[in-house]
């Protein structure tokens, strides 16, 4: 595939998605980017999601489901601001603090994992379970609230957000594709059992998987703390709702990835998704409209992504 | 040590840990009665409480055995149980009649489990993924189904409507009824052995003459059966119902499936009765908690640690070189 | 100079037992070569020499010193490589990634790995061994199974091993294959390395090797010198027993029924059938034999409905078949070539194995199926094949390649079906099951049953088949008939 | 055997981790002071059950802190709190566990099936009361003679409307014409909500001189809601506008991105919230507009009115509960509380508002201490089997001033 169709195709699904959706905006008589704040919800929606798809993105890849991630920036965003408030810091030791939290307790998860060496999905309830207990006993049931903080709550900026984002993306390319750790990754992603007898460490290298998936989710938990100035708590895994933000976006990424490098997929998957959530704001759709229509595209995009050849083979029959 | 007494020790050990879920539920009943005894509680009051909490997620969990045994996975249950439910306590309102809620009931959640099944056969999509946009797209109708009903915020169902049937014996009477549905279609029909097969290796039951299709509607069928009951049950139950009803159930039947000792995975293993063994033990977990007056964090924490605890002796074997996934 | 020392090892999976003390040596510019039945510890004993696993106890020593490899890398680093009979290469990964699986670390620069070196020492691998046709960038799973074996040649030859060790690997590759190993070991011996070459092939290890050790059940039996290799004598040292009775059939004068039971018109299926016809008889062995690419296999598949064709149709008595389904009511039964995953399910018991075929057989009024029916009909096969296990309930993972053979039998022969394909039936099974797989054949034949033998071994297709079709590019190229004088030049000349 | 050892220690991780967390759970209550006057027992220790609808909201965790730190520490009775409980199912199975528990009484904030849990009390003679809520007319006319149903105090609907009203008759006396709302649980039908968004579309159609919608007054406003599916639209009203709405907690990237666009809406005056103000538009916030809310007085929401993020406070003090405790604890040591003919409680109560820090800051002081709450236990004792009157005239003494006057 030539270059110049490879780089079509990755731009593709993005493109196809901020025009439509601005076409739906105009239909409405709404201009998409009327000032500056729409763009900072879009860089905003981009930030989370991507950081969200990333965190997930790396176990589900190799087979291991996780309901952990939302528990993890739930617990690592109440740590790091409550240690932030105590001692009067500022947004960037916190979000240093939030990042060294989530590595932590998602090496921890993984530590749980490999010794137990139970299915992954089993270990995550577990761990989701733990962890927003631990929220919930630390801050007494309150949660953390710091709407005073006008420092706190300034962090969240377009210019901060993109640097987090290109961080992430960075991070992912170097952590995945550069080193030793991201080579024996995807040894052990299509060949575990070989790469295993050859020689490869499995143990080390998922706990890192869980490690990196930690501080990524450190990170969402900060974010979404410095948007609202609160942290709300939840009990009986109200924190896996984050996880399904992050499917269609896998996705869309998995299928860009085919033309590109899927970490840059999975970035365009999240700008679309951010596309889509703005529409949303622009249109004022209520969030039962808003359920609906994003079920329809996952399913709408999953049949498409399942049977491509037989569509392809349709489409080329008509024309 | 010679082959003989090996393979005794082999098979002795594989049947321990068989056992272990079930060791779990009586550790957990015995601990549940010292606490009685020693608060003083109303025993017998308790003993019916904890049924009539688990019954709904025990009629339900058993129902998603089918689907688990295959070796997929459904996280919508809950949502499904809400639909079925509001549709039942919408056709009460129109033919004042049990029956045909109970009808109304079973026939919703069937259809809806089914169109799960179809919609990833059909599509050949991933089952779990599906599973999750049907959880939006139910959430969806829960709101719309509550607009459309146009009395608040609930739809409701005259209590001394349900007051006859909302009693222990009617309720042990459609578990044991269910259950007995379930155990014999599991262990005395066909379908059963042949979807233990298909989960654990569906390559080589295709070449058994098994039809993958067949088996997934009948899996998800039995299931949206279980779902309906689930429903039924809990209007009888409380009968006034809203968005949030049965907002849980998609996760406790998760968790008790695992937590009576049922793989992952499905395949040979998988246990008819792991669903019930499961559901008392965490409705028990929970009196317990209740009892020692925790705050919710931390009985959540211990929750979470007894969960990982016996799931640990139940599952592992020990002798796994490479991860699970 | 001993480059290789085995001192009474041991070693157990769960109940069976692998290796039994057992000792052996290979010396400097000498092809050793291990032969054994399947089962009788001769890849196990190479693999821990290599460090794929760990013996229970024994001692090793390589060059004099102590020998303990912690994984398969760190011995081809210290000198000791190993190709493995089974796929030893990751799919997802590029060929070069293949070449230093778990390597990467030699080509750090700074934190990050040096693609770029990692893909040209890959190339000068592939190069040094005459794989020069593979690209080190490629993705692995783009190429076929025998390139796919190059690169793990390529990868154990990039470390210039003292000891090499080739396991059952030349079977599957093709002639261009099976010359740059020839080649490499003959490098080896000349510049004073060690080969220790593991085959089923008697005539190749005859050829090949220097001295020949034989193993049977986890215990060396004997060494033979390339001076006193005897076809007989090495033979009966393998099975540890004269042949009671005859190995194959015996009888050539008895004709196969009249009625055809199976009747198929120019099967075409992409490049595995063209216009392939045939007609199977009542009572009647019908061997088809090929090169394992001819699309015998995918024949197989076909006639159980198992695989579509894209033209042409095929009738059991008079009806035609199209679901597997469909073929299981017409009493048709299919042995895969791939037993563990087409055949068998592992990860259930011998109970579950049997009876999934032969539910509607033993169903009360067509339903209801009750544990004790379930044991009968499941015992009946265990017994009448002689099924060695701890019971009807034993995991199958635990049974020996001979046996999951006979459940992987008994699953169709429970079900009285009179139509069987049999594809490869006994592949990696030992001689005295063999023989006795041979002998079930037989019997079966003369209860009138049909026989649809699709194998690899001439020895085989000869000793039992009333017919033989050979088979070469999807397309039939000959019709042979059982004969005492048919020998297997005669078949061979028309496969390739 | 090896399989044996972990059957061993999975008993002994049981109790291992029972006896860690027994210990380090709530202790039970120290045992008030010994019988006082007034005739109150305090020799046997009274359970209470309390039905909890919301677990980790600042509202109920000063309620709950009211009832923990201070009445459990006046008075022998120990509270047993149920989790958070979403539907009439919940309810049902916590009232069972309380009665299983031996609870004598059950106060309630969970609102999901009231009459359900009435007859389930009634049925098993537990006694049952309302805390910050009311019961429908219809309701109270089936169980005001039920004896079991001590009553229900807390703003009923039309004080829900009146906080609304008022919330909005604040800033348009003040000349403001452009509003942005949000609208809380409404599009989930929650009365609460809709009475209160009601009460602030109503006095902006009063100062607008226009109609929502063709509605304009209490009636045909609550009407109008229901009639939109409760889900509204910004409109104008005559001179005052709406200019942006939102409904709903999604909590994800659309739902703070709709916050964030009213409020940045330039000529957006004022924010108005029907609850949990400081979640919502806080952050998003600008210097010039006003922000109101619904919402405890708690450190927090002061801290806010101190540095002027939040500018109007209406909330419910968190000994507003102490009453209907102290009606409860009467009415299971055989002293209840009824109307001349038997019927059970239903006042109303409201709000404490403030609009300035200062304001905020004194009523913060008095309900956030646990030694000298808004109801001390000298002040609960006077109503220990009080006459009804005399219960009703200090309830609804609920503003901050005349409460001090009480004190004296």
Wanted: proline letters at 2%; charged letters at 15%; hydrophobic letters at 45%.
């Amino acid at each position: 595939m030539s270059k110049g169709k490879r780089l079509a195709c990755t731009a593709a699904i993005p493109l196809l998605v901020c025009v439509i959706t601005n076409l739906i905006c105009m239909a409405k008589g709404v201009a998409m980017f009327e000032s500056s704040l729409h763009v900072l919800t879009l860089i905003r929606a981009v930030a989370n999601v991507i950081l969200v798809t990333y965190a997930l993105s790396i176990n589900l890849n190799s087979g291991r489901f996780d309901f952990s991630v939302g528990s993890i920036a739930l617990l690592s965003s109440v740590l790091s601001s409550a240690i932030t408030l105590k001692y009067g810091l500022g947004p960037v030791p916190m979000l240093a603090l939030s990042l060294l939290f989530g590595l932590l307790l998602g090496l921890l998860s993984g530590f749980v994992y490999i010794t137990l060496k139970l299915p992954p999905m089993i270990i995550s309830l577990g761990v989701a379970l733990f962890y927003e207990g631990l929220a919930y006993s630390i801050t007494d049931g309150h949660g953390i609230s710091f709407i005073n903080n006008k420092e706190l709550l300034g962090f969240g900026t377009i210019p901060n957000y993109l640097i987090i984002i290109v961080c992430a993306l960075i991070f992912m390319v170097i952590l995945f594709d550069q080193t030793t750790f991201g080579y024996d990754y995807k040894a052990l992603l299509s060949g575990q059992r070989v790469a295993v007898n050859t020689g490869i460490k499995e143990k080390k290298n998922a706990l890192i998987c869980y490690g990196a998936a930690g501080l990524l989710m450190g990170a969402q938990g900060f974010i979404s703390a410095t948007t609202t100035g609160s942290i709300q708590m939840s009990l009986n895994f109200g924190s896996i709702g984050i996880m399904f933000t992050a499917f269609l976006p896998m996705f869309i990424g998995g299928y860009i990835g085919r033309f590109s490098n899927d970490k840059l997929g999975y970035l365009l998957g999240a700008v679309s998704m951010a596309f889509i959530s703005l529409t949303y704001v622009r249109l004022m759709v209520n969030s039962s409209v808003q359920q609906v229509v994003s079920a329809l595209l996952l399913v709408g995009f999953l049949i498409y992504l399942n049977n491509e050849q037989r569509i392809l083979s349709l489409f080329r029959k008509t024309h | 040590m010679d082959n003989e007494k090996i393979l005794k020790r082999e098979k002795l050990r594989r049947m321990l840990f068989s056992f272990a879920p079930a060791a779990g539920l009586v550790i957990l009943f015995a601990l549940f009665m010292a606490f009685a005894i020693a608060q003083d509680i109303n025993i017998p009051y308790s003993l019916k409480n904890i049924l009539n909490q688990s019954v709904i997620v025990i009629v339900v969990a058993t129902g998603a055995i089918f689907i688990y045994t295959l070796g997929s996975f459904d996280i919508s249950l809950g949502a499904n149980m809400c639909v079925s439910a509001l549709i039942g306590a919408m056709v009460y309102g129109r033919t004042e009649s049990l029956v045909m809620m109970l009808g109304a009931c079973i026939a919703s959640a069937v259809i809806i489990s089914l169109t799960c099944s179809v919609l990833a056969s059909v599509f050949n999509l991933p089952v779990f993924v599906t599973t999750i946009a049907m959880l939006s797209l139910l959430n969806a109708a829960v709101l719309m189904l509550i607009g459309a009903n146009g009395t608040g915020d609930i739809i409701q169902v005259p209590a001394e409507a349900v007051s006859s049937i909302n009693t222990i014996q009617f309720k042990l009477f459609v578990l044991l009824a269910y259950l007995a549905v379930c155990v014999f279609a599991f262990s005395f029909l066909k379908l059963g052995r042949q979807e233990k097969f298909m989960g654990g290796n569906p390559v080589c039951a295709a070449l058994s003459g098994l039809n993958n299709s067949k088996l997934a509607i009948c899996a998800f069928a039995l299931a949206g059966l279980g779902v309906g009951l689930g429903a039924f049950l809990t209007i009888t139950y409380a009968p006034t119902l809203s968005r949030n009803t049965a907002g849980s159930v998609g996760m406790d039947v998760i968790i008790s499936i695992v937590f009576g000792g049922m793989p992952v995975s499905g395949g040979a293993r998988s246990r008819i009765y792991s669903a019930s063994i499961g559901a008392l033990s965490m409705t028990l977990l929970s009196q317990i908690m209740l009892m020692m007056n925790l705050n919710s964090g931390i009985s959540q924490m211990v929750k979470a640690v007894i969960f990982l605890l016996v799931v640990f002796i139940s599952m592992n074997d020990g002798r796994k070189t490479i991860l699970p996934r | 100079m001993k480059t290789v020392e085995i001192r009474n090892m041991n070693k157990r999976f769960g109940s069976t037992i692998a290796l039994n003390n057992v000792s052996f040596e290979a010396y400097e510019g000498e092809i050793l070569g291990l032969i054994g039945e399947n089962g009788s510890g001769k890849s196990t004993a190479t693999s821990i020499y290599a460090g794929m696993q760990k013996c229970d106890s024994g001692e090793m020593l390589f060059m004099g010193t102590p020998w303990n490899p912690s994984s398969m890398n760190d011995a081809l680093k210290k000198g000791v490589g190993m190709i493995v009979q089974e796929n030893g290469t990751v799919p997802g990964v590029s060929v070069a990634e293949n070449i230093f699986l778990s390597e990467s670390q030699r080509f750090k620069k700074g934190p990050f790995v040096d693609r770029k070196r990692m893909i040209n020492e890959a190339q000068t691998a592939l190069n040094q061994i005459g794989a020069d046709h593979i690209s080190a960038s490629q993705v692995t799973a783009m190429l076929d199974f025998q390139d796919r074996k190059l690169i793990e040649i390529a990868k154990v030859m990039a470390n210039n091993p003292k000891v090499l060790v080739v396991d059952e690997t030349t079977t599957a590759l093709s002639q261009k294959g099976r010359d740059i190993i020839y080649a490499i070991m003959e490098k080896m011996k000349k510049e004073n390395g060690t080969v220790i070459f593991i085959s089923h092939d008697l005539d190749e290890i005859m050829h090949v090797c220097d001295r020949l050790t034989v193993l049977r059940d986890g215990s060396i039996i004997t060494t033979f010198k390339k001076a006193e290799f005897d076809e007989d004598a090495i033979k009966t040292s393998m099975i540890g027993r004269e042949l009671s009775g005859s190995y194959y059939r015996d009888d050539y004068g008895d004709p196969a029924g009249e009625e055809v039971v199976l009747k198929a018109e120019n099967l075409c299926h992409t490049n595995q059938l063209d216009h392939f016809s045939f007609e199977l008889h009542k009572g009647e062995i019908l061997g088809i034999g090929g090169l394992s690419h001819c699309g015998m296999h995918t024949l197989g598949k076909v006639l159980f409905a198992a695989e579509k064709c894209e033209s042409g149709e095929f009738t059991v008595y008079g009806k035609k078949v199209n679901t597997i389904a469909e073929a299981m009511k017409m009493q048709m039964g299919y042995v895969a070539k791939d037993r563990d995953t087409e055949s068998l399910n592992t990860e259930a018991s011998i109970k579950d194995n049997i009876a999934i075929a032969g539910l509607d057989k033993f169903a009360v009024s067509g339903f209801l199926i009750l544990p004790g029916n379930e044991k009968k009909y499941v015992q009946k096969q265990i017994d009448g094949l002689s099924i060695k296990c701890t019971g009807a309930d034993q995991y199958v993972s635990a049974l020996s390649g001979g046996n999951k053979q006979k459940v992987a039998f008994g699953k169709w022969l429970g079900r009285e079906s009179e139509i069987l394909i049999l594809d490869c039936p006994t592949r990696g099974v030992d001689i005295g099951v063999k023989q006795a797989m041979y002998q079930l054949m037989y019997q079966m034949r003369q209860e009138g049953k049909s026989i649809l033998l699709i194998s690899e071994e001439m020895a085989e297709l000869i000793g039992m088949s009333d017919r033989i079709l050979v088979m070469k590019d999807g397309a039939l190229k000959k019709e042979l008939f059982r004969s005492r004088k048919l020998s297997e030049a005669d078949v061979i000349q028309y496969m390739i | 055997m090896k399989s044996f050892r972990k059957i061993l220690v999975l008993a002994l991780s049981f109790v291992l981790t029972f006896t860690l967390a027994a210990c380090s759970g709530g202790g039970s209550s120290e045992g008030g002071s010994s019988a006082s006057e007034g005739g109150i027992d305090d020799s046997k220790n009274v359970k209470i059950g309390v039905l909890v609808a919301d677990a980790t909201g600042a509202e109920a965790l000063a309620f709950r802190s009211y009832y923990e730190n201070y009445i459990a520490k006046q008075y022998n009775v120990t509270f047993m709190y149920s989790d958070e409980l979403t539907d009439a199912a919940a309810e049902a199975s916590a009232i069972d566990n309380f009665i299983a528990n031996n609870c004598k009484a059950i106060i309630s904030f969970a609102s999901s099936d009231r009459p359900a849990q009435i007859r389930k009390c009634a049925e098993n003679k537990v006694y049952y009361a309302v805390a910050t809520g009311t019961l429908s007319d219809e309701e109270y006319a089936e169980f005001k003679d039920n004896e079991y149903y001590v009553g229900a105090i807390g703003p009923d609907l039309a004080t829900e409307f009146q906080a609304g009203y008022d919330m909005a008759k604040f800033y348009l006396d003040q000349g403001k014409t452009k509003f942005a709302i949000f609208g809380g649980a409404t599009p989930y039908y929650t009365d609460m909500h809709i009475y209160r968004t009601a009460g602030m579309l109503v006095a902006m159609c009063e100062a607008g001189g226009g109609t929502y919608n063709g509605a304009s007054d209490f009636g045909s406003m609550i009407g109008k809601i229901y009639e939109m599916n409760c889900q509204l639209e910004p409109a104008k009203i005559g001179s005052v506008e709406v200019v942006s709405y939102i409904g709903g907690y999604d909590f994800d990237d659309a739902w703070f991105g709709k916050l964030a666009e009213a409020a940045n809406n330039p000529n957006v005056e004022v924010l108005l919230t029907v609850g949990s103000g400081l979640d919502t538009f806080a952050a998003f916030k600008q210097e010039s507009q006003q922000l109101a809310t619904v919402d405890s007085y708690t450190s927090d929401a002061v801290a806010a009115m101190k540095s002027g993020v939040l500018n109007y406070l209406a909330g419910k003090y968190s000994a507003s509960i102490g009453p209907i405790f102290m009606a409860t604890l009467s009415a299971v040591q055989g002293k209840p509380i009824r109307t001349a003919n038997g019927e059970a409680l239903a006042l109303s109560q409201g709000y404490w508002v403030a609009t300035s820090a200062e304001e905020a800051e004194k009523f913060y002081a008095v309900d956030s201490s646990t030694e000298d709450p808004a109801y001390t236990r000298a002040m609960l004792d006077t109503l220990f089997g009080a006459s009804y009157d005399d219960f009703a005239k200090f309830v609804s003494a609920y503003s901050f001033e005349e409460i001090q006057n009480l004190k004296k």
